[in-house]
Every structure is written in structure tokens, then in C-alpha cells.
């Protein structure tokens, strides 16, 4: 009867005597491995069952000699074909009727199957250090490879803290360039005379207080990335000079008549409406062309509530190493406060919340009274079951709702002050139940 039962199994199923001569072979093992029961039986199971896990770390020989089953221990095997299959292996002993051990049993599970479907859900949320759901995020990630393998000049977009930065280096990271420098300097931390010196370096005698030669950033940069961050600061005076840096590929350091090279892809960022910025003349139409050859727009945070689980785990498991807390997880209404709040400071202000949560918890899972108080002062729906997803429903229920009132029921402002596409809105709001009125009272409304 039992080996009826086994036979029936999924699971791959052997066992062994104290000789580790294999002693049952089922079908399912004989599927896993591609080796025949008849050429299994009376062999070594190491000969048969080709494991990573064979020898050092062997589950069924700790089993026998500790007497401990041991369960779901992750590994791989190497099939007759030499493929590698991930497994999960459990392990018990075998006895007689005289309660006496005379071998063991090990069953494996082909997780060939989960293991796709995981690195399927990996590649489509994550691209280099960025991770995402949002379908905006999605065609930036999905024309990134081909940015990286060009030499163009690329304008990002964003609010303050959207990871513009993180952005470039992924560029950098993917394309040709990867084992160049990538140097980066954020244009208005410094004042105009100090940020030129800083990109085209200067020579001895060039000012006051230059008593030696130092190059800049842009040598620095040789032929790798310079990323120069907040592009919209920079002086008019200085942006002539980054023109000709950008035409003609050259610069004089200061205080030299020497011309310089370079060779290095020019990245910039800005959180300012350059275009805008052109028409009131407060930036130069010319660089603004030069610079906007590729554009990428990044998307705050409060359009892409989706990440924000993914992100706030990323920092949490980033500040587990770095400090050792080994804080495992964040209470559902935790993050009920992160779907209501907006975000102005974006990814940035999302990590400094995890990052202080972080530091006043004193248990094991962080809970709402380790967050700021201008996250908590929000009043929120109750979240009786206790789960993440039904506080993310509940919470986008609301916002909905908010959004079709303060639009007067209008769904198309509603769905674009969410951030989604109607086809969005209209799924969210039937699989919520939201009744919306009609079309035609809205029109006699309106009358």
C-alpha cells in the first residue's frame, strides 16, 4: 500500500540502506532525475541522485547519524541530461518492525517551475539598482539598455528624490562605459567659481589660492560618465562653457590656454522644467538642445504607491546588514500610512522614514509608533485582517473615492490625479465594488 502511495506522489521518493544502496526508486524520481528505476535500484545514491548536496552537506546522512528528519532543504541536482534543477529535499529514517534503523528515506521536489516564475517576477520589477511595478517606470526600464550602449548625451526629469542619480549610474552600469569612472557633481552645491574650477580643473596662479595644478571633474571622468546633477543652476557664463564641452568636446582648465579632450558621455539631471526655464530666459535654448537629445522623465513617488512595499524591504534589508538589527518585517498599518501619504521628498524621504523606523524599533517588526508624526497625523480606514494587501486596497478604495469627489464623478481628472490610465481606474474600481453614477445623471447634473 505504501508504495502505491508513493508511486502516486509528485514528489520525487528513494530510500536507502545503511550500505546507501538505493533500495526504491518512484516514478516521480525517475522523472526528475531522467534516470530509470531499474538502472537506480542497488546503486549508491550518490551515484544516481547527483546533488550538490552530496558528500559535505548530504541531508539523509545527517538524518541517519543525528536521527533528526530534516525538511525543505534547499539545493540542486544535475540531471542525466546535465541540466541543473533546483530541488527542496526532506529526509526521514527507516525502520523495522523491531523499531530498529535500517536506512533512509529521501523525497525531493522539483522547483524548477517556482524558481522561473521568480526570476520572471525579478526581471520584470527590478532593472540594475531600481525596483519597479509602475507601468511608467516599466517603458523607462524597457529602453535603458539601448541608452546604455549609446554615447548620447541624456537629460532625467524628476522630482527631488526620485533617484535620478541611481538612474545614471544604471546607465553607466550597462553599457560600455561600466569600467570607466563615474564621477558625479550636483551643480548647485557649489557657488559658480568654485563649480568651474571643480569641473575644468585650473592651473597654478590661476586664482587666488591655486598653488598647485588639479584637474577636474571632467578629466576625471576620462572616458567614462560625468554626472552633473541639478543642470538648471548653473550660470549662463558656465553653461557657454559646458556648450563648447558638448560641441567640440574640449575645455581649457583655468588659468590655461592649453586645449584639453575629452571623451567622457555627459549625464545631467534637473528637478526644473528646463523647457520652461528656456522661454523666460533663464536658461540657455542652445544647451537646452544639446542636453535634451534623450529625456527621461522620472516619476514621484505618490504616481508609483506600487513600489513603495518593494522599496521600504530594499532599505530595510540594506539596513539589516549595515547595522545588524535583523528587523524582519513592518506591521500592515504601517503601510497603510505609507499608500495615504504623498511623498514630496520622494524615494529619498521614503528611505530616511525606513532608516528612522529603523533605529527606534526595539522589536522585531516595525509598528506605526516608530514612524514621524506628519505620516501618522492622517486618519485611516480600519484594517481588521492584518494583511499588507488589504491594507493597500482599503487605503486605494479611499483615494478613489476622494479623487471622484473632488472631480465632481469625473473619471477621466479622477484617474489622471491618481496617476493611472482609465483602463486602470475602471479595474480598480470594479474589483473594489465602487458604484459610480451614471453618465447621464452626471449630465443632469452638470445641466
Known amino acids: 500500500m505504501n508504495e502505491i502511495i508513493l508511486e502516486s506522489i509528485s514528489d520525487g521518493v528513494f530510500t536507502v540502506d545503511l550500505n546507501w544502496k538505493i533500495t526504491f526508486f518512484n516514478k516521480a524520481a525517475e522523472k526528475i532525475t531522467g534516470v530509470k528505476r531499474s538502472d537506480a535500484l542497488g546503486k549508491n545514491c550518490c551515484e544516481v541522485f547527483k546533488s550538490n548536496m552530496c558528500e559535505t552537506k548530504c541531508p539523509l546522512r545527517k538524518t541517519i547519524k543525528n536521527g533528526k528528519p530534516l525538511i525543505d532543504i534547499a539545493g540542486y541536482l544535475i540531471d542525466l541530461n546535465g541540466r541543473e534543477i533546483p530541488i527542496s529535499v526532506s529526509t526521514a529514517l527507516l525502520h523495522d518492525e523491531k523499531g530498529e534503523i535500517i536506512g533512509g528515506a529521501e523525497t525531493f521536489r522539483d522547483l524548477s517551475e517556482i524558481s522561473e516564475l521568480k526570476k520572471e517576477l525579478s526581471e520584470k520589477t527590478a532593472f540594475g539598482e531600481m525596483i519597479s511595478e509602475n507601468a511608467e517606470m516599466r517603458r523607462i526600464f524597457d529602453v535603458i539598455p539601448a541608452i546604455s550602449e549609446s554615447p548620447s548625451t541624456v537629460l532625467i526629469q524628476g522630482e527631488t528624490g526620485t533617484g535620478k542619480e541611481v538612474l545614471a549610474k544604471t546607465i553607466h552600469n550597462l553599457g560600455p562605459r561600466s569600467k570607466k569612472p563615474f564621477v558625479a557633481i550636483n551643480c548647485a552645491a557649489l557657488p559658480d567659481t568654485l563649480l568651474e574650477s571643480e569641473l575644468f580643473g585650473y592651473k597654478k596662479g590661476a586664482f587666488t589660492g591655486a598653488d598647485n595644478d588639479r584637474t577636474g571633474k571632467i578629466t576625471e571622468a576620462s572616458d567614462g560618465t560625468l554626472f552633473l546633477d541639478e543642470i538648471g543652476e548653473i550660470s549662463q557664463s558656465l553653461a557657454v562653457k559646458l556648450l563648447r564641452v558638448l560641441q567640440e568636446r574640449e575645455f581649457e582648465p583655468l588659468g590655461s590656454n592649453v586645449v584639453v579632450k575629452t571623451g567622457a558621455r555627459i549625464i545631467t539631471a534637473t528637478n526644473r522644467d528646463l523647457y520652461l526655464m528656456t522661454q523666460k530666459n533663464e536658461f540657455r535654448q542652445d544647451l537646452f538642445y544639446r542636453l535634451n537629445i534623450i529625456s527621461l522623465t522620472l516619476p514621484p513617488l505618490r504616481k508609483r504607491k506600487e513600489d513603495i512595499p518593494h522599496l521600504a524591504e530594499k532599505f530595510l534589508d540594506r539596513l539589516n546588514v549595515v547595522q545588524k538589527k535583523n528587523i524582519s518585517a513592518f506591521k500592515p498599518e504601517v503601510f497603510s500610512f505609507f499608500y495615504t501619504y504623498d511623498w514630496p521628498g520622494n524615494i529619498r524621504e ?75 481606474f475602471y479595474r480598480k474600481v470594479k474589483n473594489y465594488g465602487i458604484i459610480l453614477p451614471s453618465k447621464k445623471k452626471l449630465r443632469r447634473q452638470e445641466i
Do not use: H, W
Not at 521614503?350 to 526595539?362: P, Q
Not at 516608530?370 to 492622517?378: A, G, I
Not at 473632488?406 to 489622471?416: D, G
Open 350 to 424: 521614503l528611505e530616511n522614514v525606513v532608516e528612522r523606523a529603523y533605529v527606534l524599533c526595539s522589536k522585531k517588526i516595525i509598528g506605526i509608533e516608530c514612524l514621524p508624526q506628519e505620516l501618522t497625523k492622517f486618519k485611516l480606514p480600519q484594517v481588521e485582517s492584518g494583511d499588507i494587501r488589504t491594507a493597500k486596497i482599503m487605503v486605494e478604495e479611499q483615494a478613489i473615492m476622494r479623487a471622484l469627489e473632488r472631480n465632481k464623478n469625473n473619471r477621466s481628472a479622477a484617474a489622471r490625479e491618481l496617476g493611472i490610465d482609465k483602463t486602470t
